[in-house]
């Protein structure tokens, strides 16, 4: 497909495939992954089962983030720049950050299946490499990686796990090596490493050198977002995410 330039791609190089999930910095790991030898961009925000069949057999790799700071970060970002789930769930921007992450935390629940509903209808049929992150006017250029079909059965989960497994979905299980977004730089040359995936000196210098990108605007840290209530609603919701990486409020 070429390179794009346009949005976070998923990434195939000859030792992997990087899969990009919305806030795991992905503006910062793309082009630095694009100096690799034979860097492809794949697609637009594509899930692992829409990988090209010659790419099946490669190592995945992907990003993992605290739950708790991926909401905080989410609910700063998508606001900003209007993502059209976000500007369905928060009522247009109206709803404070509790009630807006309450929402996105129970989605799966019945109280929500109106909203959900809503929200199914809105995303396009198919997302490809020209697929837009808000809301348009044109059915096919409003969304970023969320197909219709993806939101037919929503499970009773927090929308980070259930974004996390459908990115990286394989045969019902969560498939790929995963590094901590806490650690960023040394994950990205660990799992460079775990993939015998030799690192050009001008990729190693950009990585140390490069600052953060496409940060959301928002107070640092995360835990005087949460109220006891919320804080619990996210350990019980996305407890998947919490238990299998090891996460703690």
Same mark, same amino acid.
């Given at each position: 497909?070429?390179?794009?330039?346009?949005?976070?791609?998923?990434?195939?190089?000859?030792?992997?495939?990087?899969? &990009?999930?919305?806030?795991?910095?992905?503006?910062?790991?793309?082009?630095?992954?694009?100096?690799?030898?034979?860097?492809?961009?794949?697609?637009?925000?594509?899930?692992?089962?829409?990988?090209?069949?010659?790419?099946?057999?490669?190592?995945?790799?992907?990003?993992?983030?605290?739950?708790?700071?991926?909401?905080?970060?989410?609910?700063?970002?998508?606001?900003?720049?209007?993502?059209?789930?976000?500007?369905?769930?928060?009522?247009?921007?109206?709803?404070?950050? =509790?009630?807006?992450? =309450?929402?996105?935390?129970?989605?799966?629940?019945?109280?929500?299946?109106?909203?959900?509903?809503?929200?199914?209808?809105?995303?396009?049929?198919?997302?490809?490499?020209?697929?837009?992150?808000?809301?348009?006017?044109?059915?096919?250029?409003?969304?970023?990686?969320?197909?219709?079909?993806?939101?037919?059965?929503?499970?009773?989960?927090?929308?980070?796990?259930?974004?996390?497994?459908?990115?990286?979905?394989?045969?019902?299980?969560?498939?790929?090596?995963?590094?901590?977004?806490?650690?960023? =730089?040394?994950?990205?040359?660990?799992?460079?490493?775990?993939?015998?995936?030799?690192?050009?000196?001008?990729?190693?210098?950009?990585?140390?050198?490069?600052?953060? =990108?496409?940060?959301?605007?928002?107070?640092?840290?995360?835990?005087?977002?949460?109220?006891?209530?919320?804080?619990?609603?996210?350990?019980?919701?996305? &407890?998947?995410?919490?238990?299998?990486?090891?996460?703690?409020?």
């Amino acid at each position: 497909m070429g390179r794009a330039g346009c949005g976070i791609q998923v990434i195939a190089t000859s030792t992997f495939v990087y899969i &990009h999930t919305s806030r795991h910095a992905g503006q910062f790991i793309a082009p630095l992954l694009r100096m690799l030898p034979g860097a492809v961009d794949v697609g637009y925000h594509y899930p692992l089962r829409r990988l090209p069949r010659r790419y099946q057999a490669l190592p995945v790799i992907g990003f993992v983030r605290n739950p708790w700071d991926f909401y905080v970060s989410l609910f700063h970002d998508y606001r900003r720049k209007q993502q059209y789930v976000f500007q369905l769930i928060s009522e247009a921007g109206t709803l404070d950050f =509790k009630a807006t992450i =309450k929402r996105f935390l129970t989605l799966g629940e019945a109280q929500n299946r109106r909203l959900l509903e809503r929200l199914r209808q809105r995303a396009p049929l198919m997302v490809n490499r020209w697929s837009a992150p808000f809301l348009r006017r044109e059915p096919t250029r409003i969304a970023a990686g969320i197909e219709r079909r993806d939101l037919a059965a929503f499970p009773d989960a927090g929308y980070y796990s259930w974004l996390l497994r459908r990115m990286h979905d394989r045969d019902g299980h969560l498939a790929g090596l995963f590094g901590r977004f806490e650690d960023l =730089k040394s994950e990205l040359l660990r799992l460079m490493a775990e993939t015998q995936t030799t690192v050009p000196e001008p990729m190693r210098r950009s990585l140390l050198e490069t600052p953060p =990108k496409n940060v959301s605007p928002r107070e640092a840290g995360y835990r005087q977002y949460f109220d006891a209530e919320l804080r619990q609603l996210v350990a019980i919701k996305d &407890h998947y995410v919490i238990d299998r990486f090891g996460y703690e409020f």
